[in-house]
T-cell receptor
Framework: NAGVTQTPKFQVLKTGQSMTLQCAQDMNHNSMYWYRQDPGMGLRLIYYSASEGTTDKGEVPNGYNVSRLNKREFSLRLESAAPSQTSVYFC?????????????????FGAGTRLSVL | EDKVVQSPLSLVVHEGDTVTLNCSYEVTNFRSLLWYKQEKKAPTFLFMLTSSGIEKKSGRLSSILDKKELFSILNITATQTGDSAVYLCAVANAGGTSYGKLTFGQGTILTVHP
């Protein structure tokens, strides 16, 4: 009953370092999302993948890249980390085949990755 | 650009109080409005509303949508310390390439004291 699993849970980077945040879901969902959450700003969409093989930019994509490795996995990469990327990152998924159109809007979230860039 | 604004940003109450959280929105092609509860970690789904005037209820929590005035409220009656959390409101856009994407508000931080 894992749902959406994110790794790592915590990470500290130095400015300029790179890293990849991993996300996997076991709910057979088609769509996956990456958000960042900063104090007072709610959740902001970085990138999303409507289906395997497709990715698209969200509201705040600069400084990030993504890979939809297969239906289960969607990774987020920071090529050269900056202090402005200090945040909590959440992965989410939605839309199982055969669900009602409205049910497809319900996104399920992972536990988050707390990232600090010094 | 879709926009969601929640108020108040934070609220402190005592156990047993009733609270009302507000969410107003602007969206180009409205599909649904969702409420989430976020405790320490992952946001968890509470309600989805699509039609005006229909109240969704789950125990002490209830929510209603006004599509004409473009807002929703989340009520919590007889609050308990376990209700302390960030409550997030989000709208889903039904249009074109935005289909399925959610736009979130800033969240309301609710603190319930014993």
């Amino acid at each position: 009953n894992a749902g959406v699993t994110q790794t790592p849970k915590f990470q500290v980077l130095k400015t300029g370092q790179s890293m990849t945040l991993q996300c996997a879901q076991d709910m057979n969902h088609n769509s996956m999302y990456w958000y960042r959450q900063d104090p007072g700003m709610g959740l902001r969409l970085i990138y999303y993948s409507a289906s395997e093989g497709t990715t698209d930019k969200g509201e705040v994509p600069n400084g990030y890249n993504v890979s939809r490795l297969n239906k289960r996995e969607f990774s987020l990469r920071l090529e050269s980390a900056a202090p402005s990327q200090t945040s909590v990152y959440f992965c989410a998924s939605s839309e199982r085949q055969g669900e009602s159109a409205l049910a497809k809007n319900i996104q399920y979230f992972g536990a988050g990755t707390r990232l600090s860039v010094l | 650009e879709d926009k969601v604004v929640q108020s108040p940003l934070s609220l402190v109450v005592h156990e047993g109080d009733t609270v009302t959280l507000n969410c107003s929105y602007e969206v180009t092609n409205f599909r649904s409005l969702l409420w989430y509860k976020q405790e320490k970690k992952a946001p968890t789904f509470l309600f989805m509303l699509t039609s005006s005037g229909i109240e969704k209820k789950s125990g002490r929590l209830s929510s209603i949508l006004d599509k004409k005035e473009l807002f929703s409220i989340l009520n919590i009656t007889a609050t308990q310390t376990g209700d302390s959390a960030v409550y997030l409101c989000a709208v889903a856009n039904a249009g074109g390439t935005s289909y399925g994407k959610l736009t979130f508000g800033q969240g309301t931080i609710l603190t319930v004291h014993p």
